[in-house]
């Protein structure tokens, strides 16, 4: 593959400005309005994707690799406000210390929400958030974004659900599979950074999603 030089925070603020990211003006009935944070911190030069590992006593998601974030409440004035609590509540870093770039597609969930992921950079990640546990959160780690917009990395399956085809993204990386909505959510930015021919070329598996989820119920 080709490399390409490494973007800076100001090319991808650049970006994000001039993305078209789609609001749904109103939840649908029975839908949750929800906020999660896409952090990108810089370590050692390069610029990194913060994620989460959930813990299996959360109520949803269990096991599962995420975007710190949560639903809204009703001292929150804005989603990017719910994002930035959630976020404090979660790795135990404040708002402050977080400068938001922009958002992107509002997406609608199987559990019933719908969510906005806001773009943040994290100005300054203390020592101890890599080590940091509880309640909610078993693991926090970080993915090079340049490695994450590597079409080698990457793996695209093609998922049928209730009649609808749809493409599922996922990566692995240091023993955590990242899939399903934050895959969605990653996926995204990386059309946004890198362009929509990014992952063109990619091969698609005909795997089913009970052959996937039988492999992760195995590794969880």
């Not at 974030?69 to 976020?87: I, V």
């Not at 749809?166 to 959510?185: Q, R, T």
């Amino acid at each position: 593959m080709k490399t390409t030089t490494p973007l800076t925070f100001q090319q991808i603020s650049e970006k994000l400005n001039i993305y078209p990211a789609n609001k749904i003006g109103k939840s649908p009935d029975g839908f949750r309005e929800a906020a999660v944070l896409l952090p990108l911190v810089e370590i050692s030069g390069q610029i990194h994707v913060l994620l989460t590992r959930r813990t299996l006593e959360v109520k949803t998601h269990k096991g599962q690799v995420a975007f710190p974030g949560g639903m809204m409440d009703p001292e929150d004035q804005t989603l990017e406000q719910t994002a930035l609590r959630e976020t404090h509540e979660e790795i135990e870093i404040a708002p402050e210390h977080i400068s938001i770039l922009g958002h992107l597609n509002d997406r609608l969930t199987i559990s019933d929400f719908l969510v906005r992921p806001y773009v943040g950079i994290i100005r300054k990640l203390h020592e101890g958030t890599l080590h940091l546990k509880n309640q909610e959160i078993e693991r926090v780690f970080t993915v090079p974004l340049d490695w994450l917009a590597n079409p080698e990395k990457v793996r695209i399956e093609r998922w049928e659900r209730q009649k609808f085809i749809k493409l599922m993204h996922f990566w692995h990386y240091d023993n955590e599979i990242i899939w399903g909505m934050s895959a969605e959510v990653i996926a995204e930015l990386v059309e946004v950074l890198y362009g929509r021919e990014r992952f063109e070329k990619v091969p698609v598996s005909p795997t089913t999603m009970e052959e996937f989820l039988a492999v992760l119920n195995t590794q969880h």
